[in-house]
């Protein structure tokens, strides 16, 4: 089992920026694909954003490209999501995954994950 918390999230104005971190603990020594998703108000989980256990591959969803930043830490069972120029379309809840599953083309599917944090909530306003 891999527990995984999310932390980080809130409220910030169109255009700012917010950090989301990600704390993996338990069998963690296993996760070889870390991954943000989002969930929007009335809409279905999407892809964000993955890394592989070194951190030097990643995948972004088209409408994060140049905005976001997926960073890990795998000394520390860490992994990062830097969220720069936040727009009213980015308000969402945040999960962390993790997946044994080396890091691929399926990196994208929800179903590639094993464990999921509770989430964090981003809020962008106007």
């Known amino acids: 089992q891999v527990q995984l918390a999310e932390s980080g999230g809130g409220l910030v104005e169109a255009g700012g920026s917010l950090k989301l971190s990600c704390a993996a603990s338990g069998r963690a020594f296993g996760v070889a694909t870390m991954g943000w998703f989002r969930q929007a108000l009335g809409k279905e989980r999407e892809f964000v954003a993955a890394?592989?256990?070194?951190?030097?591959?990643?995948r972004y969803a088209e409408f994060v490209k140049g905005r976001f930043t997926i960073s890990r830490d795998y000394a520390k069972n860490m992994m990062y999501l830097q969220m720069n120029e936040l727009n009213i379309e980015d308000t969402a809840v945040y999960y962390c995954?993790?997946?044994?599953?080396?890091?691929?083309?399926?990196?994208?599917?929800?179903?590639?994950?094993?464990?999921w944090g509770q989430g964090a909530q981003v809020t962008v306003s106007s």
């Open positions: 890394v592989d256990r070194s951190g030097g591959a990643r």
């Open positions: 995954a993790s997946s044994n599953r080396l890091f691929g083309e399926s990196v994208h599917l929800a179903e590639q994950y094993e464990f």
